[in-house]
């Protein structure tokens, strides 16, 4: 680096109206990390706005619940979204403990997924649920599972790169049947 003193003030000068060019300068020139004012949070004031979460009471603007199941050799990983007319609710986590191969695991999946809740005097029950099968160590348990489950809307999911697919369709099997396997983007 070939900085003078009388240069530094130079550069600084010339870059502290400018944001973007201040935070090069400081990163770059100084070696300081740039903090924006937004990066300070208040914790008390983010605390004061936390909501209810979990599956009671549900917000009376929930018309659907759909749950994604994230598979890993020891547990299975739960999240329950609610969806309403122009909003979308993250609901509940909850996690299944024991092998992904373990029979008593997706047996409780199951009557997971059979749940019902009443709130505000109506009755909500998981609508639809997709569940990774991506790994290929999984994938057999997976769509064993959900092919018996199809007509409750539950489906074997994987998750794909890009924008341009379509968000839900529907894959076939090396041998070009159909199989219950759904492909969800990311």
Known sequence: ???????????????????????????????????????????????????????????????????????????????FVGHGADETFVLAHQVIWGPIDDDAVWRDLDALLRSSWRSDGRLHRVDAAVIDAGDGGHRDIVTSFTRARFGRHIVAGKGVSGFSRPGLQRSTTKGGGRSCLSVWTR
């Open 1 to 79: 680096m070939n900085a003078s003193w009388g240069r530094l003030a130079r550069e600084f000068l010339a870059a502290k109206d400018d944001p973007a060019t201040l935070q090069t300068f400081t990163n770059t020139l100084l070696g300081q990390p740039w903090r924006e004012a937004a990066d300070e949070i208040d914790e008390g004031a983010l605390a004061n706005r936390r909501e209810p979460f979990g599956l009671g009471p549900i917000p009376p603007k929930v018309l659907s619940i759909t749950v994604g199941v994230d598979c890993q050799d020891d547990r299975l990983e739960c999240v």
